[in-house]
């Protein structure tokens, strides 16, 4: 368990580096792709089975090919970042990345460290699947944000189209 | 083979295009049937422009034959369309005995006819399973090849050669037929009427092969005069044109047959009037089997064939169209002064740009198979 | 140790080196059906009627040249054919190919894994292959291989859809995700579930069709079109993994199909107690001769039917089986609620 | 080695999070500021379901599950976009995208 997680969480984040660092988009696709079933991995490792399925389906096998697409079609005869914006400061971004990132550590290190675990409730009803609590809880308690994530779903389609349609 | 819009030149940046794309089609593609190349420029799957380029398979039979003597030109004109060579040595000796004016001993205009019209049998075999199979399906590919091979062996029994004949003389034939001959191509004719019924069942009615080929590379008949076109792909669209019918040649006037003509002009209705044609020509095999007469096979022919001076024009209708021979004539030496062939799968192929415009790329593999061409006919 | 380690991992090898060959026969299969349907002999030469064949293809493949064009992508190109083989394998893990059985002493299911999200992970993994499609046509930089890989990814992401939807009623049907459930939710009910789901099994099977990349559908390999799809560049050991995927993925199709419609490792008429008799043959030899019929349909078609045009396949899936297998889906919806 | 708790995850989840906004913030490629997003999305599900595990209750899943749908709609949106600013500039440089229109 501890040895899987260190592993993945090594590899999500070294995945997660090469996709902002590297120079080839179509690179820095695959790593996303590796990167999201990496992550996908670690749910499995949540006992959340489900979502893991979802997350492979939907992002790796869904989102990122669109992604795909997208970096064939933009076949750029120049490279994307040659042209650089004078007002624009790398190094501040850099900064204020590994500040959050500090932020964030010292946020969780003052929060969790007096406690490690905290009083977990009584453990979900044995021998019920994780896709069945899931659908319960999706159908049940949140009908109606499901439905408004169907209907955006829905107008996200037709956007799409809109404006990816040539003008005739 | 021009077109007003050739895609090799260099086209200005006018606008910026994310998806037009150049792709070289052939000389060396799977279903080019030779070495044709296309250069297609596609919007995504569409064609927009097609250009033809022609000419990797050149050897100038035509300038070559002027430097041959008559009898050896027979044997140039097998090498043009290699796979109805038979009907290429007709059109050649035809021209030079209207040139010199020869009478062909009847028993050899019927085995001329026989033969010319096997020979169409084998050519629409072949293009049947070419055209079958680049739209996929392999499966009648086999068959036909299986059929036309039983032609093969006919002529093999005729001339002794498979594919290059050589089978026709100026003033007859080279030889007559052989003993039991007749039967077997009776035989023959019953396999293949059999044997249509089989190709029809796998795809006439077939929707994927309807799909495919119906409203494809339209051509209206009025279209398809002012481009050339000629032979099934003309009749096709509806033009009554059939140089057997309408300017007689060897013994077809003898022969009751029927030309069929398509309405459409689409890939399917070329498939339909080509189709049709197998059953007319194994009729007219019969008719000339049942009624052929005795006789020598070689008329009264000089020992040196030297026409007078002069030139003609003779046509017949090869598989393919309408295939033309003008030769010229100067009455001293021993070759033609000019020798000229008008090839109809050169004449076919330059409409195919005209049909390609607006289809798919995967119509396009349709219509280079409709279009029924061979490379060898087309650079000579 | 034995129970959590050896025998999983048994399994596993077994099961590799079971698909590995059967691929390598399939494709002899493919072959000798398709000659004998073209009136041929096929591949007679390399021992008995061609049944070595398959070891001479494989000697060829790997001892040929391995070319990479000049201006490749030299990573993509040579990850592409391992990411589409390894989704066609890996998916295996989850296809019960019989019920509990004793083998060499130790009772044991015949499934690698039985995931209560079995039929998800099939669909998920499944989707993973693309990537190597598209990639493989981007990667040889090459006008006809891209074309191809577009096409693929196109066709493959349309039929997914369409396949997914008829998946989703034979869970309305089993009322499990479960692989093992699923088979053995049609022995309770004692019926095959292709005969109480007619249309979602023939949506799946020409959706299965196409999502091989098959006949009719076999437009990203269209050698008369596209001079062999997007793996036009590819030779030797790298084409033969392309190779081995597409007949892995075909056998994937007809395995699923077995499990979800033709009743996994049941014997036919599961609930005639007369034809008690056929338990004598186990299990795992319905399952796989269940999977050999099917696959000999794939190859039959093949044979048999010309090729579909790009956009007419796009119209079928989109205009004809996505609506036909979402309406399927809501009137199974409501015969089990009803019922 | 210390038991994975809770914890573990959230610096992971802050850890990729934060690489992700790197990515937004000095890549000028829009495509890879888009991937970078999608980065940032998965760090909050990671959170999400550590949560969920935590506290063995599902919403946390579910709560992932609209997330992805968010996401799934973002990327079709935003690739919409890009390619539609590509047709018409030729390129996919943020610092290029400096006109509100043209």
Partial sequence: MTIAFYTLAAFILALGVLVVSTKNTVHAVLFLVANFLCVAMLYVLLQAEFLAVIQVLVYAGGIVVLYLFVVMLVNLKRGPETHVDPRRRDRMGLLIGGAVLAEFVAILLYGFAPRATGAAPAAAAPGVGNVEQVGWSLYVDYLVPFEVASILLLVAMIGAIVLAKKEP | ?380 | ?339 | MTPITPAHYLVLSAALFSIGLIGVLVRRNLIVIFMSIELMLNAVNINLVAFSQQWQHVVGQVFALFVVAVAAAEAAIGLGIILAFYRNKETVNVDEITLMRW
């Fill in chain 2, 1 to 380: 083979m021009t077109d007003p819009h050739p895609v090799t030149a260099t086209r200005t940046p006018v606008q910026f295009d994310t998806d037009e794309l150049v792709i070289n089609m052939g000389p060396q593609h799977p279903s080019t049937h030779g070495v044709l190349r296309l250069i297609l420029r596609l919007d995504g799957e569409r064609v927009v422009d097609a250009d033809v380029v022609i000419g990797y398979l050149h050897r100038g039979i035509e300038k070559l034959s002027e430097s041959r003597d008559w009898t050896q030109i027979v044997l140039l004109t097998d090498r043009m369309d290699y796979v109805a060579a038979a009907t290429n040595n007709l059109g050649y000796c035809e021209t030079v005995e209207k040139l010199m004016g020869l009478e062909v001993p009847r028993r050899a205009q019927y085995i001329r006819t026989v033969l010319a019209e096997l020979q169409r049998l084998a050519s629409h075999l072949v293009w049947l399973g070419t055209h079958a199979m680049d739209i996929g399906a392999v499966t009648v590919f086999l068959y036909c090849l299986r059929e036309r091979e039983l032609v093969l062996d006919l002529f093999e029994e005729y001339c002794g050669a498979r594919l290059t004949y050589n089978s026709r003389r100026v003033g007859g034939l080279p030889a007559d037929l052989p003993v039991g001959w007749d039967r077997k191509v009776r035989e023959f004719c019953d396999i293949v009427d059999q044997k249509i019924v089989d190709y029809e069942q796998l795809l006439t009615q077939n929707r994927i092969w309807l799909e495919r080929t119906r409203d494809i590379g339209v051509i209206s008949g009025a279209d398809a005069i002012a481009m050339g076109f000629c032979g099934p792909p003309l009749r096709a669209s509806g033009v009554m044109r059939d140089v057997r019918k309408d300017e007689p040649y060897a013994a077809y006037e003898e022969f009751a047959f029927d030309i069929p003509v398509g309405a459409a002009g689409d890939t399917y209705d070329r498939y339909l009037v080509r189709l049709e044609e197998f059953k007319q020509s194994t009729r007219i095999i019969r008719q000339a089997l049942d009624g052929m007469p005795e006789g020598p096979v070689m008329g009264k022919v000089p020992r040196l064939i030297k026409p007078p001076a002069g030139e003609t024009y003779h046509a017949i209708e090869s598989p393919k169209g309408e295939i033309g021979f003008f030769i010229a004539s100067d009455g001293k030496s021993l070759s033609p002064y000019r020798f000229r062939v008008r090839p109809p799968s050169f004449c076919n192929l330059q409409v195919l740009p005209k049909l390609v415009r607006g289809h798919l790329v995967a119509d396009v593999v349709a219509l280079i198979g409709t279009i029924d061409i061979v490379l060898g006919e087309v650079d000579r």
């Fill in chain 3, 1 to 339: 140790m034995i129970e959590t380690l050896v025998v999983p991992l048994v399994k596993i090898a077994v099961l590799l080196v079971g698909i590995l060959t059967a691929v390598a026969y399939l494709v002899l299969l493919e072959r000798k059906v398709q000659a004998w349907v073209q009136v041929r002999l096929g591949p007679m030469r390399v021992g008995p009627h061609g049944l070595l064949q398959p070891v001479a293809d494989v000697i060829k493949l790997i001892i040929k040249e391995d070319i990479t064009p000049a201006r490749a992508d030299r990573w993509v190109y040579t990850l592409a054919p391992i990411i589409v083989l390894v989704p066609a394998l890996v998916v295996f893990a989850v296809i019960p190919f019989g019920p509990e059985t004793n083998v060499f002493g130790i009772r044991m299911p015949l499934h690698v894994a039985d995931i209560n999200v079995g039929l998800l992970y099939i669909v998920s993994i499944a989707s993973l292959g693309i990537y190597g499609t598209i990639l493989g046509g981007w990667a040889s930089n090459s006008k006809y291989p891209l074309l191809a890989s577009l096409r693929a990814s196109a066709q493959l992401v349309s039929y997914e859809v369409a396949v997914t939807m008829t998946l989703v009623s034979m869970i309305l049907m089993a009322g499990s995700l479960s692989m093992v459930e699923i088979v053995e939710s049609q022995q309770a009910r004692g019926l095959w579930f292709v005969f109480a789901q007619p249309l979602a099994f023939f949506i799946y099977f020409v959706g299965g069709l196409a999502e091989t990349n098959r006949a009719p559908f076999d437009l990203p390999e269209a050698e008369q079109e596209l001079t062999g799809g997007f793996h036009t560049e590819y030779s030797g050991i790298r084409f033969a993994l392309f190779f081995l995927a597409e007949y892995a993925n075909m056998i994937v199709i007809a395995a699923v199909a077995t499990t979800l419609f033709f009743g996994g490792w049941l014997r036919p008429f599961p609930s005639v107690a007369a034809l008690g008799l056929l338990d004598i043959v186990p299990g795992w030899i319905w399952f796989l001769l269940k999977t050999f019929v099917l696959l000999y349909v794939f190859l039959w078609v093949r044979a048999t039917l010309p090729r579909y045009r790009y956009d007419q396949l796009m119209r079928l899936g989109w205009k004809v089986l996505i609506p036909l297998a979402i309406a399927n889906v809501i009137v199974t919806a409501i015969a089990v609620v009803v019922l």
